[in-house]
């Protein structure tokens, strides 16, 4: 091995000796030697800099070793990175509702594409068109640490790195055998995992060459929300009541007039023996949770290899490889006619009972007028009944719209398959003794195929209802079988369903190209104060990025019921240019009160062209400095200020306008409101809920429409952070250590979209007369069959909550760590806290919306939870044979967000506003009786909660150890806030399941066999 290479074994072993102890490379020469001796041929891995030298580096690090990762018995790099404070629950195992099947992570709350995830200091092709990395393809057989930095880091790794990078550093140089075997479940004998992984490497031609290949295998089983007690019903948190959707069996139609009477028209459900309508829009909701899942069914198959080889004493050609095939499956309640789908049925269906014919001939045509006019005569409507030709001068129909639940059907399930590869080549050596040189080129590939079953479609809905009798269609087509969908549940056939269904497919394809160059090391030159020499990295990199959606045309449609809206192709991609280059030196070593004083800096300068006509594309301008200062050797001082950027991701820039589903509990709109208040019935016009006023109603499942887009006008967003903090080692307490760090992030220029409660702000706060011609009013946009913001998405557009750059993102906090080890005599004593305080987490998306701080808050607006406290700390007892340890995990109690709760008060009190009191629907809103108007009050705090994992691990021979694990010790329930409080993705079974646990306690068995 030549001089240069030996070097950078040597300074990787003083970075992991470092990282070891957590104190982030303070003062790690001290264990140099040793280190070097136990770990010769360790390539070095510096999160935070492209220059190799652990003593050079200031950047506060939080890590994650493989020991812990181990002794939690952790299954994925999505359960490695939750036990680490600070970092926000993103999308994962335990999201059903919204999982695309992949498992991102949020730093720091500023989102999951705001981060960069890497492998040994290398990108990886993204999952998505948000290019965001799938934590799925992490090989954590082979995970040495995990290395959380936070910060703008786009400096060092490019543009993404506005919040941090997380860095999944994995073994090097391995030699011999290791075999990994581990199966879990939960004390209620579900949501079985198993995991199996083998490990192989070999040191070839004298050492000139190392070769590590490695297979692993996972499968989890699914735990179903209807076997949690806390969860096997919903609850709305408003009323507090049981709950759940509105699409119901049996069907419920709209336009019914059931007693015959002036203003008697609504929404009613068929009777349960299925001959009539309620006469009151009472209905029995379907409880969708027994079918929804706590821990998503998961397969996957991977294979990393690396290997390298001392082609001469100043050239080392290297290579890496991964594989991973990933199977995902999301389960949901059936699906069916969902939102009142508009629908025409003639009066002489086959189906159709007297009782139900009558009600819609009696359907009120003029109320407005204080006229009862029936929509047709009982003469008209008993001649329609017989009346089977559409040519037959007595056939009627009827325009309604149906909420109907696919019971009969079962579950609608998303499967989503992902093949990912990614494949680096590259050669390093050395310049002179102290500059080293890398060259290296990188593809990958992602490829992810949903495929949805189990969907009604809309259209056949339509077409199946059209039928006069019970055997053909009037389309006349040979596969139509009329639908029965007045009868009680069950009335619907296996062969009605097979009509109406069909399955549907999504492909979501990435690539990303990458060339690097770099030259690193040592000037050979040093400032007369310091020992060691100023050191640099300058070098240049390529990236190309493309990524597309390609959908069938079933998804292109939006025919799918329940699919929450169609699936647009997308196709886009972009070059980047890059030059960068980074500086450290050394001030003064070694001397009185300047133990250590360093300064470093670096910039980088990117060109991005976009593969867009219309688009010029963007020259950004990134750069850091910092420095640390030791007084003594037990104490050093580090700081740093960094100016990052993010440029749009492929679907900010072109995914097209498209309407999907959000959360919003509360339309100002609904009930008798605007009956009472000129202004709000107004704007509820304007939107197109005129004809509707007193009848528009809140989705019992929490949940309307919004459209939103990319935007080709969208630039690069800009992030300016800093950090300040401190180490403490000291001499007269060997084995410990601790840090403290303060960070403060901002971004402006934000590509940010509205919440929906911004949305509503903004046209409902402070309603005037001219508020029904505002912009921020008429641009939502109400069903024009039922005035509510619920509805077919080609009809009922919604919220509109489009991109722009108007948004700002804030957050700062305080990282801390405290280690300590020491020897008992009888054992080895380890304590290990990571915890992190969060001061702010603000959100504003426009200068007009609310700056909302969500540290501490849940709500549809601040969605995933970000307590003020959280910390990590594991206690390990270690003797000859075995070690215990208890890993104790807190996560800060939370309330509902108070900017949501002022918007329920002010709807609460415009429906109160000029009705007696003895008329007002929500009595004492501000009360505990408030009812169905203001959030349960028992739902409005979840307390503080502590885990505690406990793990024994045994060493029955110097090959072969048993590692022993009860997750959830105490076997800690999440706790209940109803399932309509915040955002679907990550509210719900009642619970926030990617925050709290809510598969109870679990046993886990793990055998390692290494040779």
Same mark, same amino acid.
């Given at each position: 091995?030549?001089?240069?290479?030996?070097?950078?074994?040597?300074?990787?072993?003083?970075?992991?000796?470092?990282?070891?102890?957590?104190?982030?490379?303070?003062?790690?020469?001290?264990?140099?030697?040793?280190?070097?001796?136990?770990?010769?041929?360790?390539?070095?891995?510096?999160?935070?800099?492209?220059?190799?030298?652990?003593?050079?580096?200031?950047?506060?690090?939080?890590?994650?070793?493989?020991?812990?990762?181990?002794?939690?018995?952790?299954?994925?790099?999505?359960?490695?990175?939750?036990?680490?404070?600070?970092?926000?629950?993103?999308?994962?195992?335990?999201?059903?509702?919204?999982?695309?099947?992949?498992?991102?992570?949020?730093?720091?709350?500023?989102?999951?594409?705001?981060?960069?995830?890497?492998?040994?200091?290398?990108?990886?092709?993204?999952?998505?068109?948000?290019?965001?990395?799938?934590?799925?393809?992490?090989?954590?057989?082979?995970?040495?640490?995990?290395?959380?930095?936070?910060?703008?880091?786009?400096?060092?790794?490019?543009?993404?790195?506005?919040?941090?990078?997380?860095?999944?550093?994995?073994?090097?140089?391995?030699?011999?055998?290791?075999?990994?075997?581990?199966?879990?479940?939960?004390?209620?004998?579900?949501?079985?995992?198993?995991?199996?992984?083998?490990?192989?490497?070999?040191?070839?031609?004298?050492?000139?060459?190392?070769?590590?290949?490695?297979?692993?295998?996972?499968?989890?089983?699914?735990?179903?929300?209807?076997?949690?007690?806390?969860?096997?019903?919903?609850?709305?948190?408003?009323?507090?009541?049981?709950?759940?959707?509105?699409?119901?069996?049996?069907?419920?139609?709209?336009?019914?007039?059931?007693?015959?009477?002036?203003?008697?028209?609504?929404?009613?459900?068929?009777?349960?023996?299925?001959?009539?309508?309620?006469?009151?829009?009472?209905?029995?909701?379907?409880?969708?949770?027994?079918?929804?899942?706590?821990?998503?069914?998961?397969?996957?198959?991977?294979?990393?290899?690396?290997?390298?080889?001392?082609?001469?004493?100043?050239?080392?050609?290297?290579?890496?490889?991964?594989?991973?095939?990933?199977?995902?499956?999301?389960?949901?309640?059936?699906?069916?006619?969902?939102?009142?789908?508009?629908?025409?049925?003639?009066?002489?269906?086959?189906?159709?009972?007297?009782?139900?014919?009558?009600?819609?001939?009696?359907?009120?045509?003029?109320?407005?007028?204080?006229?009862?006019?029936?929509?047709?005569?009982?003469?008209?409507?008993?001649?329609?009944?017989?009346?089977?030709?559409?040519?037959?001068?007595?056939?009627?129909?009827?325009?309604?719209?149906?909420?109907?639940?696919?019971?009969?059907?079962?579950?609608?399930?998303?499967?989503?398959?992902?093949?990912?590869?990614?494949?680096?080549?590259?050669?390093?050596?050395?310049?002179?003794?102290?500059?080293?040189?890398?060259?290296?080129?990188?593809?990958?590939?992602?490829?992810?195929?949903?495929?949805?079953?189990?969907?009604?479609?809309?259209?056949?809905?339509?077409?199946?209802?059209?039928?006069?009798?019970?055997?053909?269609?009037?389309?006349?087509?040979?596969?139509?079988?009329?639908?029965?969908?007045?009868?009680?549940?069950?009335?619907?056939?296996?062969?009605?369903?097979?009509?109406?269904?069909?399955?549907?497919?999504?492909?979501?394809?990435?690539?990303?190209?990458?060339?690097?160059?770099?030259?690193?090391?040592?000037?050979?030159?040093?400032?007369?104060?310091?020992?060691?020499?100023?050191?640099?990295?300058?070098?240049?990199?390529?990236?190309?990025?493309?990524?597309?959606?390609?959908?069938?045309?079933?998804?292109?449609?939006?025919?799918?019921?329940?699919?929450?809206?169609?699936?647009?192709?997308?196709?886009?991609?972009?070059?980047?240019?890059?030059?960068?280059?980074?500086?450290?030196?050394?001030?003064?070593?070694?001397?009185?009160?300047?133990?250590?004083?360093?300064?470093?800096?670096?910039?980088?300068?990117?060109?991005?062209?976009?593969?867009?006509?219309?688009?010029?594309?963007?020259?950004?301008?990134?750069?850091?400095?910092?420095?640390?200062?030791?007084?003594?050797?037990?104490?050093?001082?580090?700081?740093?200020?960094?100016?990052?950027?993010?440029?749009?991701?492929?679907?900010?820039?072109?995914?097209?306008?498209?309407?999907?589903?959000?959360?919003?509990?509360?339309?100002?709109?609904?009930?008798?409101?605007?009956?009472?208040?000129?202004?709000?019935?107004?704007?509820?016009?304007?939107?197109?809920?005129?004809?509707?006023?007193?009848?528009?109603?809140?989705?019992?499942?929490?949940?309307?429409?919004?459209?939103?887009?990319?935007?080709?006008?969208?630039?690069?967003?800009?992030?300016?952070?800093?950090?300040?903090?401190?180490?403490?080692?000291?001499?007269?307490?060997?084995?410990?250590?601790?840090?403290?760090?303060?960070?403060?992030?901002?971004?402006?220029?934000?590509?940010?979209?509205?919440?929906?409660?911004?949305?509503?702000?903004?046209?409902?706060?402070?309603?005037? +007369? =001219?508020?029904?011609?505002? &912009? /921020?009013?008429?641009?939502?946009?109400? !069903? #024009?069959?039922?005035?509510?913001?619920? %509805?077919?998405?080609?009809?009922?557009?919604?919220?509109?909550?489009?991109?722009?750059?108007?948004?700002?993102?804030?957050?700062?906090?305080?990282?801390?760590?405290?280690?300590?080890?020491?020897?008992?005599?009888?054992?080895?004593?380890?304590?290990?806290?990571?915890?992190?305080?969060?001061?702010?987490?603000?959100?504003?998306?426009?200068?007009?919306?609310?700056?909302?701080?969500?540290?501490?808050?849940?709500?549809?607006?601040?969605?995933?939870?970000?307590?003020?406290?959280?910390?990590?700390?594991?206690?390990?007892?270690?003797?000859?044979?075995?070690?215990?340890?208890?890993?104790?995990?807190?996560?800060?109690?939370?309330?509902?967000?108070?900017?949501?709760?002022?918007?329920?008060?002010?709807?609460?009190? +415009? =429906?109160?506003?000029?009705? &007696? /009191?003895?008329?007002?629907?929500?009595? !004492? #809103?501000?009360?505990?009786?408030?009812? %169905?108007?203001?959030?349960?009050?028992?739902?409005?705090?979840?307390?503080?909660?502590?885990?505690?994992?406990?793990?024994?691990?045994?060493?029955?021979?110097?090959?072969?150890?048993?590692?022993?694990?009860?997750?959830?010790?105490?076997?800690?329930?999440?706790?209940?806030?109803?399932?309509?409080?915040?955002?679907?993705?990550?509210?719900?079974?009642?619970?926030?399941?990617?925050?709290?646990?809510?598969?109870?306690?679990?046993?886990?068995?793990?055998?390692?066999?290494?040779?």
């Amino acid at each position: 091995m030549n001089t240069n290479l030996k070097k950078a074994a040597l300074r990787s072993a003083t970075c992991v000796a470092a990282f070891a102890i957590g104190t982030t490379g303070a003062y790690a020469q001290d264990a140099e030697a040793d280190a070097a001796t136990a770990n010769p041929a360790q390539e070095i891995v510096v999160t935070g800099s492209l220059i190799r030298n652990p003593n050079l580096q200031s950047n506060p690090v939080l890590t994650t070793t493989a020991d812990q990762i181990e002794l939690k018995q952790s299954n994925t790099a999505e359960d490695i990175l939750r036990e680490i404070p600070g970092i926000v629950p993103s999308v994962g195992s335990a999201v059903n509702n919204g999982n695309g099947g992949a498992s991102f992570v949020n730093l720091r709350g500023l989102g999951s594409n705001r981060n960069l995830v890497l492998l040994n200091g290398d990108r990886l092709v993204p999952a998505e068109l948000n290019g965001r990395f799938d934590l799925n393809n992490i090989p954590v057989a082979l995970v040495e640490r995990v290395d959380v930095l936070t910060g703008g880091a786009s400096t060092t790794y490019g543009a993404d790195a506005i919040s941090g990078v997380v860095n999944f550093v994995v073994k090097s140089d391995f030699t011999g055998l290791e075999a990994n075997v581990s199966n879990q479940i939960t004390e209620r004998g579900d949501g079985a995992y198993v995991r199996a992984d083998l490990t192989m490497g070999a040191d070839f031609d004298d050492g000139k060459g190392n070769v590590v290949f490695a297979v692993g295998y996972q499968q989890s089983d699914p735990v179903y929300q209807g076997d949690r007690s806390f969860a096997a019903s919903s609850i709305d948190s408003y009323s507090g009541n049981i709950s759940g959707s509105g699409t119901t069996s049996p069907s419920r139609f709209s336009n019914v007039n059931a007693l015959g009477i002036d203003n008697g028209n609504g929404t009613r459900q068929i009777t349960a023996d299925g001959t009539g309508f309620r006469t009151t829009s009472a209905f029995d909701a379907f409880n969708f949770n027994p079918y929804n899942i706590f821990q998503t069914p998961f397969e996957r198959f991977n294979m990393f290899g690396q290997a390298k080889y001392e082609v001469s004493d100043a050239v080392e050609v290297y290579t890496r490889g991964i594989f991973s095939k990933n199977t995902v499956k999301t389960i949901i309640a059936p699906s069916g006619s969902f939102s009142g789908l508009s629908v025409v049925i003639p009066l002489s269906n086959p189906y159709m009972t007297a009782a139900q014919r009558n009600a819609f001939c009696a359907r009120d045509m003029n109320s407005a007028a204080g006229v009862y006019t029936p929509l047709y005569t009982q003469a008209q409507c008993d001649a329609a009944a017989l009346a089977t030709d559409p040519n037959d001068p007595n056939y009627r129909t009827v325009t309604t719209g149906l909420y109907r639940r696919a019971t009969e059907f079962g579950p609608r399930v998303s499967e989503f398959t992902t093949t990912f590869f990614d494949y680096k080549a590259g050669a390093r050596g050395g310049i002179t003794d102290s500059i080293n040189w890398d060259v290296s080129g990188a593809y990958g590939e992602s490829e992810n195929i949903q495929t949805q079953k189990g969907y009604w479609l809309n259209s056949r809905v339509r077409n199946a209802l059209l039928a006069t009798n019970t055997d053909t269609c009037l389309d006349g087509s040979d596969d139509c079988v009329p639908l029965n969908v007045f009868g009680p549940d069950g009335s619907i056939t296996d062969a009605m369903n097979q009509y109406l269904t069909a399955n549907s497919q999504v492909v979501t394809k990435t690539s990303l190209a990458q060339v690097r160059g770099l030259i690193n090391g040592d000037i050979g030159w040093n400032v007369p104060w310091a020992t060691d020499s100023v050191a640099f990295a300058i070098g240049a990199e390529y990236r190309k990025y493309t990524a597309s959606q390609e959908s069938d045309l079933l998804s292109q449609s939006g025919d799918l019921g329940g699919s929450g809206g169609a699936s647009p192709n997308i196709s886009g991609g972009y070059d980047v240019y890059e030059a960068y280059g980074e500086l450290v030196v050394p001030i003064v070593q070694d001397k009185p009160f300047f133990e250590e004083l360093t300064a470093q800096g670096g910039a980088r300068y990117s060109s991005y062209t976009v593969d867009a006509p219309s688009k010029p594309g963007y020259k950004t301008w990134t750069w850091n400095v910092g420095g640390t200062w030791a007084p003594v050797r037990a104490f050093k001082i580090r700081g740093n200020y960094a100016h990052a950027v993010r440029a749009p991701n492929i679907a900010e820039l072109f995914a097209p306008n498209n309407t999907g589903l959000t959360n919003l509990a509360v339309d100002p709109c609904a009930g008798s409101a605007p009956l009472t208040n000129a202004n709000l019935a107004a704007v509820c016009t304007a939107q197109g809920g005129g004809a509707y006023l007193g009848l528009i109603e809140n989705d019992p499942a929490g949940q309307v429409n919004y459209t939103s887009g990319g935007n080709l006008a969208l630039k690069p967003e800009k992030s300016n952070s800093w950090k300040l903090g401190a180490v403490f080692q000291p001499d007269f307490l060997p084995g410990f250590s601790a840090t403290v760090d303060y960070y403060n992030i901002k971004v402006t220029d934000a590509i940010t979209q509205p919440t929906p409660g911004d949305a509503i702000s903004a046209c409902f706060d402070n309603l005037t +007369a =001219a508020s029904a011609t505002s &912009a /921020a009013c008429t641009i939502i946009q109400r !069903d #024009p069959s039922s005035g509510n913001l619920f %509805g077919e998405a080609a009809t009922t557009p919604g919220l509109f909550l489009g991109l722009t750059n108007q948004g700002t993102l804030k957050t700062d906090g305080i990282d801390f760590t405290v280690n300590y080890g020491r020897d008992l005599g009888f054992a080895q004593l380890s304590l290990a806290l990571n915890g992190n305080w969060t001061g702010s987490s603000k959100f504003k998306a426009s200068p007009s919306s609310i700056n909302r701080d969500c540290v501490g808050y849940y709500s549809v607006n601040c969605t995933s939870i970000q307590p003020e406290w959280q910390f990590s700390e594991r206690t390990t007892l270690s003797f000859k044979d075995f070690d215990v340890s208890l890993l104790w995990r807190y996560i800060d109690k939370v309330t509902y967000e108070p900017a949501a709760y002022a918007d329920d008060l002010a709807a609460a009190n +415009a =429906a109160n506003d000029g009705l &007696a /009191a003895a008329a007002q629907p929500c009595p !004492d #809103p501000e009360g505990a009786d408030a009812g %169905g108007c203001m959030v349960n009050p028992e739902y409005r705090k979840i307390p503080a909660k502590s885990y505690f994992d406990l793990s024994g691990r045994v060493h029955l021979n110097e090959n072969l150890t048993l590692t022993l694990t009860v997750q959830n010790l105490l076997d800690t329930k999440p706790k209940v806030v109803g399932s309509t409080i915040g955002a679907t993705a990550y509210n719900s079974g009642n619970v926030y399941p990617s925050t709290y646990d809510t598969l109870g306690r679990r046993y886990a068995a793990a055998l390692k066999f290494n040779f």
